[in-house]
């Protein structure tokens, strides 16, 4: 059974900074891509960044590019979202999930991220 647990959301303010983590387990991780959604209240879930099965590759949304690390470590099967120079715009539940530029998991619960002074 796939288990996708993000961590590593809260409040901070404009300019600041957090790392996100999400933990995977019931597949096998260096298999898949890994990717970061987010999804603001009212509007639809967005692909924030992805990254390939060993880390070679990165792709970003627009909105985040310069600001935001995607990386991941296999030994721990466990995908990071650096996120630098938070501006209010980045508030939103994120998500992790397999994949590249499409969800392959049902989702898990996300983890909250407030940006605000």
């Known amino acids: 059974q796939v288990q996708l647990v993000e961590s590593g959301g809260g409040l901070v303010q404009p300019g600041g900074s957090l790392r996100l983590s999400c933990a995977a387990s019931?597949?096998?991780?260096?298999?898949?891509?890994m990717s970061w959604y987010r999804q603001a209240p009212g509007k639809e879930r967005e692909l924030v960044a992805a990254?390939?099965?060993?880390?070679?590759?990165?792709q970003y949304a627009d909105s985040v590019k310069g600001r935001f690390t995607i990386s991941r470590d296999n030994d721990k099967n466990t995908v990071y979202l650096q996120m630098n120079s938070l501006k209010p715009e980045d508030t939103a539940q994120y998500y992790c999930n397999g994949g590249w530029s499409s969800a392959t998991f049902p989702w898990g619960k996300g983890t909250l991220v407030t940006v605000s002074s």
């Open positions: 019931g597949f096998t991780f260096n298999t898949r891509h």
């Open positions: 990254i390939t099965t060993f880390g070679k590759n990165t």
